[in-house]
């Protein structure tokens, strides 16, 4: 099996032939980082490009993530048994008060996919628990989710602690989920804004880029 009939398998969802042909080329003795970087990075960059060209819809991306997701139970130990650098760190999760999640989860896999260290605080979580998770390292991007229009302010919440905590400078906030906009990300001081997941992937590539 090819890399490109590996990475078409994950853009079908099939997790099956995803993980077969993983295991097919690890045991050729290629790189877990070959396959990350020439098949997961690739197919999740295709399953953007589609999805935001109007050609694959969110059940598509959820599958396509479910394989990603899977995929990477098998190498991400190989990669870091590599001393792996991951692209940089993010902590994800839906604010207090908000117990939504599928949008919070695909922004997860996706980012996880794209190489970084990902975080995945979970649901209804408080600023507390956000800034506890940012303070464990420097240039930790923070990433809110939120689907209730009554659950938006704990965005600002967060902001708010992180500087009281003193941390709001070595850290960054991108904001999404349906009732926010990039005008809200920014009346509440966020350094970023995406409407969905393809286009958190690359914002968090952007603000890492520029650390």
Do not use: C, W
């Not at 969905?196 to 952007?206: E, I």
């Amino acid at each position: 099996m090819t890399f490109s009939s590996i990475s078409q398998a994950i853009l079908d969802g099939d997790v099956d032939l995803v993980l077969g042909g993983v295991s097919s080329l690890l045991e050729e003795g290629v790189s877990p980082l070959t396959i990350l970087d020439e098949h997961v990075v690739t197919a999740m960059n295709e399953a953007g490009k589609r999805f935001e060209e109007g050609d694959f819809f969110v059940p598509d991306l959820m599958l396509a993530a479910r394989a990603v997701q899977e995929t990477m139970k098998v190498i991400d130990p190989l990669l870091k048994s590599l001393g792996r650098e991951k692209t940089g760190r993010v902590v994800i999760g839906t604010v207090r008060g908000d117990h939504h999640d599928i949008g919070k989860n695909l922004v997860a896999v996706m980012l996880e996919g794209g190489g970084f260290e990902v975080l995945d605080l979970g649901v209804n979580v408080s600023p507390e628990k956000f800034i506890a998770a940012a303070r464990e390292k420097s240039g930790t991007i923070v990433a809110l989710s939120a689907l209730l229009t009554t659950t938006m302010h704990e965005m600002k919440n967060v902001i708010e602690l992180l500087k009281e905590s003193g941390i709001r400078d070595e850290v960054k906030v991108i904001v999404g989920g349906a009732p926010v906009t990039n005008e809200f990300a920014q009346g509440i001081g966020a350094d970023g804004y995406s409407d969905n997941a393809s286009a958190a992937v690359t914002l968090a590539r952007s603000i890492i880029a520029k650390l």
